[in-house]
C-alpha cells in the first residue's frame, strides 16, 4: 500500500511537472512578453496553477507533516526549507498568476517535490530490498523429539512446556535453554557466537538454545518456553531496538546546520530588501535563497549514496545492520 502511494504520488508531480514547464516554456524564452494577447497568456498561467493543485495538496503532503512533527519537538530537519519553499513558491505564484497576471514559479515547485519523492522511493525501495525477514525461528527447528514415559514422541516445537525431557541427536539444534541431564555432552554455539570450538556441558549445566548437538544421542530438561529463550530476547531486543534521535549520522548533523543557515540567509535577505523599501525584490530573495539553495541536492545525494552502496554490499554478500 506504502508503495502504490508513492508511485501514486511520483506519477501525479511527475505528470505536473512536466506539464507546468512545457507551459512555462514560452514565457521563458520571451523574457515574459511571448504572449501579446493578455487573455492568452492568463490562460496558460490558470492551466499552470491547475497543475500545481494536487502537487501542492497531495503529492507534498509528508514534507508538511514531517516539518511539523520535527519543529514541535524543537528540531531541524531537511523537510523544513524544503516545505517553507514550496509554501511560499506556491502562494507568490498565486499572488503573481491572480493579482498580477504573470507567470509564477508553479514548475519549479512541482520539480522539487518531484525529484525528492524519487530520491524517497529510491531509497525504500532499496532499504526494502536487503531488509532482513527471518526470525529466530528460521534457524530452529520445527518439532523436537519429547520423551513420555520412556517413548520418544515427536511433537511441534511451540508445544514445549518448561520441565519437558527431550531427546537431542547428533547434528541437531538446541530448540530453547535447557539443562543437560545425565552424563555429559559437548556442544557447537557457532550459531549463536560464531566460534565453532565444541563445548563440554556437564549434568545440570544450562545448555542455551541455538546450540549444536556434537556427541551423540543425550537427554535434556527444558528450563524456558522456546519464545522466552535467551537467544530469541536477544534477537527481538536486537530487531526492535530504533535508532536514538541524539546518535544522528554525519549528514544529519550537516543538514541540520546547512538547513539553519539556508533559512538565516533567506530571511535577512529579505528584511534587508523590506528596510529598502522593496518588497518585491525582498521576496524574489527569498524564493532565490530558499529554492536554488534548497537542499535538494544534499538529500539527493545522501538517499542515492546510502542507496548504492547498500546495493553494491549487498551483490558482494555484506549486509549493514546498523
Given at each position: 500500500?506504502?508503495?502504490r502511494?508513492?508511485?501514486?504520488?511520483?506519477?501525479?508531480?511527475?505528470?505536473?511537472f512536466?506539464?507546468?514547464?512545457?507551459?512555462?516554456?514560452?514565457?521563458?524564452?520571451?523574457?515574459?512578453?511571448?504572449?501579446?494577447?493578455?487573455?492568452?497568456?492568463?490562460?496558460?498561467?490558470?492551466?499552470?496553477?491547475?497543475?500545481?493543485?494536487?502537487?501542492?495538496?497531495?503529492?507534498?503532503?509528508?514534507?508538511?507533516?514531517?516539518?511539523?512533527?520535527?519543529?514541535?519537538?524543537?528540531?531541524?530537519?531537511?523537510?523544513?526549507?524544503?516545505?517553507?519553499?514550496?509554501?511560499?513558491?506556491?502562494?507568490?505564484?498565486?499572488?503573481?498568476?491572480?493579482?498580477?497576471?504573470?507567470?509564477?514559479?508553479?514548475?519549479?515547485?512541482?520539480?522539487?517535490?518531484?525529484?525528492?519523492?524519487?530520491?524517497?522511493?529510491?531509497?525504500?525501495?532499496?532499504?526494502?530490498?536487503?531488509?532482513?525477514?527471518?526470525?529466530?525461528?528460521?534457524?530452529?527447528?520445527?518439532?523436537?523429539?519429547k520423551l513420555?514415559?520412556?517413548v520418544e514422541?515427536?511433537?511441534?516445537?511451540?508445544?514445549?512446556?518448561?520441565?519437558?525431557?527431550?531427546?537431542?541427536?547428533?547434528?541437531?539444534?538446541?530448540?530453547?535453554?535447557?539443562?543437560?541431564?545425565?552424563?555429559?555432552?559437548?556442544?557447537?554455539?557457532?550459531?549463536?557466537?560464531?566460534?565453532?570450538k565444541?563445548?563440554?556441558?556437564?549434568?545440570?549445566?544450562?545448555?542455551?538454545?541455538?546450540?549444536?548437538?556434537?556427541?551423540?544421542?543425550?537427554?535434556?530438561?527444558v528450563?524456558?518456553k522456546?519464545?522466552?529463550?535467551?537467544?530469541?530476547?536477544?534477537?527481538?531486543?536486537?530487531?526492535?531496538?530504533?535508532?536514538?534521535?541524539?546518535?544522528?549520522?554525519?549528514?544529519?548533523?550537516?543538514?541540520?546546520?546547512?538547513?539553519?543557515?539556508?533559512?538565516?540567509?533567506?530571511?535577512?535577505?529579505?528584511?534587508?530588501?523590506l528596510?529598502?523599501?522593496?518588497?518585491?525584490?525582498?521576496?524574489?530573495?527569498?524564493?532565490?535563497?530558499?529554492?536554488?539553495?534548497?537542499?535538494?541536492?544534499?538529500?539527493?545525494?545522501?538517499?542515492?549514496?546510502?542507496?548504492?552502496?547498500?546495493?553494491?554490499?549487498?551483490?558482494?554478500?555484506?549486509?549493514?545492520?546498523?
Amino acid at each position: 500500500t506504502r508503495n502504490r502511494t508513492q508511485l501514486i504520488k511520483i506519477a501525479i508531480a511527475g505528470f505536473c511537472f512536466g506539464n507546468s514547464m512545457m507551459v512555462s516554456l514560452p514565457d521563458y524564452f520571451a523574457s515574459g512578453n511571448f504572449f501579446t494577447d493578455s487573455t492568452l497568456q492568463q490562460l496558460f498561467n490558470i492551466i499552470s496553477l491547475i497543475l500545481a493543485l494536487p502537487v501542492f495538496f497531495y503529492c507534498a503532503q509528508e514534507f508538511y507533516v514531517s516539518s511539523w512533527q520535527h519543529v514541535k519537538h524543537r528540531k531541524i530537519t531537511l523537510d523544513l526549507p524544503i516545505a517553507l519553499a514550496i509554501l511560499i513558491t506556491f502562494g507568490f505564484s498565486c499572488y503573481k498568476i491572480i493579482w498580477q497576471q504573470q507567470l509564477g514559479y508553479i514548475d519549479s515547485m512541482s520539480g522539487i517535490v518531484f525529484f525528492m519523492l524519487v530520491g524517497r522511493y529510491f531509497q525504500h525501495q532499496t532499504y526494502n530490498a536487503l531488509q532482513f525477514q527471518t526470525s529466530i525461528s528460521s534457524y530452529l527447528p520445527l518439532s523436537v523429539n519429547k520423551l513420555v514415559e520412556q517413548v520418544e514422541v515427536n511433537i511441534p516445537l511451540g508445544e514445549i512446556q518448561v520441565g519437558d525431557e527431550l531427546i537431542v541427536r547428533y547434528g541437531e539444534v538446541i530448540p530453547t535453554d535447557c539443562i543437560q541431564m545425565h552424563e555429559s555432552a559437548w556442544f557447537d554455539y557457532s550459531l549463536v557466537t560464531g566460534e565453532s570450538k565444541a563445548i563440554e556441558k556437564m549434568p545440570n549445566e544450562i545448555i542455551y538454545a541455538g546450540a549444536i548437538q556434537k556427541s551423540g544421542k543425550c537427554i535434556v530438561k527444558v528450563s524456558k518456553k522456546a519464545s522466552d529463550s535467551y537467544i530469541t530476547q536477544l534477537w527481538n531486543a536486537s530487531n526492535t531496538k530504533k535508532f536514538e534521535e541524539e546518535n544522528s549520522s554525519y549528514t544529519e548533523k550537516v543538514n541540520l546546520y546547512f538547513s539553519s543557515t539556508v533559512l538565516s540567509i533567506g530571511i535577512l535577505a529579505c528584511a534587508f530588501w523590506l528596510f529598502q523599501g522593496e518588497s518585491a525584490t525582498a521576496f524574489k530573495a527569498l524564493l532565490s535563497i530558499w529554492i536554488v539553495a534548497c537542499p535538494c541536492a544534499l538529500l539527493l545525494s545522501s538517499t542515492f549514496t546510502y542507496g548504492g552502496m547498500l546495493k553494491i554490499l549487498a551483490l558482494n554478500g555484506m549486509y549493514i545492520k546498523n
